[in-house]
């Protein structure tokens, strides 16, 4: 059973591999799923750490500005995780598509002034910073650690394709309902018809748990939510409503996060064979 654990936490290996009675297993898997949820955001919490301790002690009179500093920081972590063979070659290539894609939709969204980066620096294409890309990585690495992690198996899953036109027309709308008609709720409608049988089964210790996906997505997205209030409240970003002072982004931005972590999954979900659960973890 010592391959669940990535790492290997040796001092707790034993109190969890060993529990006793329905208490201590409840404790044990709650403690396991909580390490392997924090190894999974690695990457995100290096950077959202960065963030917040750079908001507070960063030098003003610094010769590299704090976004060109975030920038370098993530391209460190990112080659230490590829150096300690932490993600694979394969999920690095599909996380800098992600960041490229993240990117571009940036410099669109600062354009028509949906966001901005309040912080002068060098290393950015019109008004974004090309750290900020990473935080669309971060997302990547995420899913692709957790599912390693997990040991992810599917119930009903969608075939990939149908994801991946489904992510293309979610790309599309984030630019075009700035010109034509939102077509968000036709969106929702379709992903929600897509994953409304999908449940992802997952291994904390020797069984799997399973949930549906859809509400995988939602928590994710709820994270991801808080993330972004805590990057706000660090002014890395700036909505319009924020000028003034910081302020809670609204819930309807849960909503989008939702819809780009479908994007994300479609991309994942291409390097991963779609496993069926068990049979005696199937339901019935």
Known sequence: MAHIFTPKFEVLKKLIMEPKGVPHRIL?????????????????????TLILITAYIYPEDALLSRYDFLFLAAIAIQMLLIAFKLEKPAEVKVIILFHIVGTIMEIFKT?????????????????????????????????ARVWRSFDFRFS?????????????????????HHF?????????????????????????LESYRHMPLLLGFFLTALFIWFAENISTFAHIWLYPSQQNGWAMISFGKLGSWFLLIIISYGMIARLHEITA???RDSPP
């Open 28 to 48: 044990a898997e709650f403690i396991v799923f909580g390490i392997k949820q924090a190894w999974a955001c690695l990457f995100g919490g290096s950077l959202l």
């Open 111 to 143: 354009h028509m002034g949906s966001w901005q980066y309040p912080e002068s620096n060098l290393l950015r294409i019109g008004g974004v910073p090309l750290f900020s890309g990473f935080m669309y990585s971060a997302v990547g690495s995420y899913l």
């Open 156 to 176: 009903h899953h969608p075939p990939v394709w149908m994801i991946s036109l489904t992510s293309l027309l979610i790309y599309i709308n984030f630019f075009s």
């Open 180 to 204: 034509i008609i939102d077509v968000r709720p036709v969106l929702f409608a379709a992903v929600g018809i897509l994953f409304f049988k999908t449940r992802v089964y997952f291994r904390i």
């Open 277 to 279: 659960p068990p049979q």
